[in-house]
Structures are given as C-alpha cells and as structure tokens.
C-alpha cells in the first residue's frame, strides 16, 4: 500500500497563536518561520518579549508499504513487510520485525507510564534571541542526559546553543540543555520529505548530577495499522502566555496508527496534536518504550481531537543520524558527544 497525503501541515513546536499564517515553502526558522509572517504573543512580565508560532506549508507525506499500490489512507493493511527507499537512492533500507501477539502482552498501567514521562520528558523553553521564546517538548534517552527532540526546534539556532528546560506537571525550572545536533541535510534542503525523514535534534542538558531516568527506544517493532500508541508531550498551543510563561502541563493521551512505513507514522484522535508538543513521543503501551517522535500536524480538521499526528519512527531517527554521523543514535551518545 501506498499513501500520499497532501495536507495542511504544521510543525508542532511553539506554545501560542492567534492566527495562522500560510506558506508554500518549508523553511524552517524558529521564531519568524517560512515567508516571515508568524505571529507573536506578546509576555505579561515585557513587552519586547514575544511567544513565537509556526506557520504552515503544503507538505506531501509519503507513507509507503512494500505490499500494494496506492491506497487511500483509511484502507487496512496486512504489514506483513515495511521497507523504506532513501529520498537520494531506490535502494530498500530497512525490513522491521513483527510485534507479538497482543493476548501474550500485558498493558503497562497509565500511572506507571505518567510516572516515568513526569521524569522523563522535558518542556524546552528557549531564547532564539530576538526577544522570542520557543515552546517544545523533548525526551530523555540517554542516562547522561541527553535529549532527543526536533531539527525545527532548533532551525534558528546555531550549535551549542542553549535553552531552559523545565520538567513535571505543571513544569518547573530544571536545567539548561546545549544544541549538539542537527542533521545538515534538514538544514540545506527545501524539499519537505527530506525535512520530515530528517526532523531530529539532540541536546546535553548541563550541571546536572548523572545517570538521570531516560526512555528507551524500540528500534526492532514495526507499527501496525490500526495500533493504539501512547502520548507524551507538553502541548501549548491552547494556552495563554502567562500559564506558558508559569509552566506547561505534560498531556498524557492515545493516538491511533491510521498508516506508517519505516520512516514515518500517521495517527487519529489525540489531544496531543497541538503546537508546543514537537518532540513528544509515541510511547508503547506494553513495553513502555519509545515508537516514535511527534514532529507535525495537519489543520485540515476544525477540532484538535480530529487532527492526524505525524512521527517519526525510531529507525527513521537513527537514519537521520547515521546520515550525519555515520552512526546510529545508541552509537553516537556512546560516545558522549558535547
């Protein structure tokens, strides 16, 4: 099966706007994004200091299976393969494993999985230096405090870059995390599929006494039509400034696989698909571990419940970096890159 879904698509990073702004291009810039015409939101606490939004280009997202020509993307598929061709090459770069047997698993219970996101997501509160603040979410997967989050978060900034983190329910003051990675080839490329394959970040959070709790990702399980996923995330997008300002709640909620391939996942129904919520991620409801990364949304749908989530799959992730790297994300934090 096959799916290309032209959509109105809109990075999920920034906490708060009052009107939308449309472009054809996918230039992806903190604060001021795409054609310059973002909206901002002015902090009770200065005037000069500003909540920047996305905009929102016309993206087509190609989700593809090995199985069937093209689809629509309601129809089922059996999955019995993914495979995922390199937007440079026709070459197949991946065949995932199947998940087992639902009536052989046990469901984590909420709290437990509430508990660790509560230690384990952060709410990413940063300067871009215009008097502009980004709202973002981002996971801990590394014991040295490393986080995994969105290229479109950091598009502004350069590297070594840092920004406040804030953690907890509603979040508070936590560290500071410096920039260490964005994939160059997010940076140099105007074609929206490359930028969606390639919607990664990572950063170092600083003074910070180690190990710290951390997510594991499930690089072996592929995603199945119609699988119910987990969402972690710190959504902004209907709040006002000062709740933003004094601290984001972490929304805890449930998605719905409408369609994937290796690299990419499109799911239904979760309150999660909302501005601010970049870097949030598709949790397992068994394991416990990390399916995906959220990183956009479509504003087709008049309500945020009816809005499809895009993510991105953990060997999608580890493509992006070993395209930078030469190594997969595991291989890299490794190597304690700062």
């Avoid at 909206?39 to 929102?56: A, G, K, N, Q, R």
Wanted: a neutral charge; charged letters at 15%; hydrophobic letters at 35%.
């Amino acid at each position: 099966m096959k799916i290309c879904s032209f959509l109105t698509y809109i990075i999920l990073s920034f906490g708060l706007i009052s009107i939308f702004y449309f472009s054809p291009k996918l230039e992806l810039l903190l604060g001021t994004l795409f054609d310059k015409k973002s909206e901002y939101v002015s902090t009770p606490s200065s005037p000069s200091t500003e909540i920047s939004s996305s905009t929102s280009p016309q993206l087509e997202l190609q989700v593809s299976t090995s199985s069937q020509p093209t689809s629509t993307p309601t129809q089922k598929s059996s999955l019995k393969k993914i495979t995922q061709t390199s937007p440079s090459s026709n070459k197949t770069t991946s065949s995932l494993s199947t998940t087992s047997p639902i009536a052989e698993r046990k469901i984590l219970s909420s709290d437990i999985i509430y508990k660790q996101g509560i230690e384990k997501i952060v709410n990413m509160f940063c300067n871009n230096g215009k008097s502009e603040y980004i709202i973002a979410t981002g996971a801990i997967v590394h014991p040295n405090g490393y986080i995994l989050s969105n290229a479109h978060v950091a598009m502004d900034l350069p590297i070594g870059s840092t920004c406040d983190i804030r953690r907890g329910s509603p979040s508070t003051p936590f560290a500071t995390a410096k920039l260490i990675l964005v994939p160059s080839i997010y940076t140099k490329s105007s074609d929206p599929q490359i930028q969606a394959h390639n919607d990664v970040s990572i950063w170092k959070i600083e003074n910070i006494p180690t190990p710290l709790p951390f997510w594991i990702i499930d690089e072996s399980t592929k995603t199945q039509d119609e699988e119910k996923l987990l969402t972690l995330s710190y959504p902004a997008e209907l709040l006002g400034s000062q709740l933003i300002l004094k601290g984001v709640n972490l929304l805890f909620s449930e998605t719905t696989v409408t369609a994937s391939d290796a690299i990419l996942i499109k799911s239904r129904a979760t309150i999660s698909a909302q501005q601010g919520s970049s870097g949030g991620v598709l949790i397992d409801h068994y394991t416990g571990f990390v399916r995906g990364l959220m990183f956009a949304i479509d504003k087709e749908a008049p309500l945020v419940s009816d809005r499809n989530l895009y993510s991105i799959t953990p060997h999608g992730i580890n493509e992006a970096i070993k395209k930078e790297t030469g190594k997969t994300l595991k291989e890299y934090l490794a190597g304690n890159p700062s």
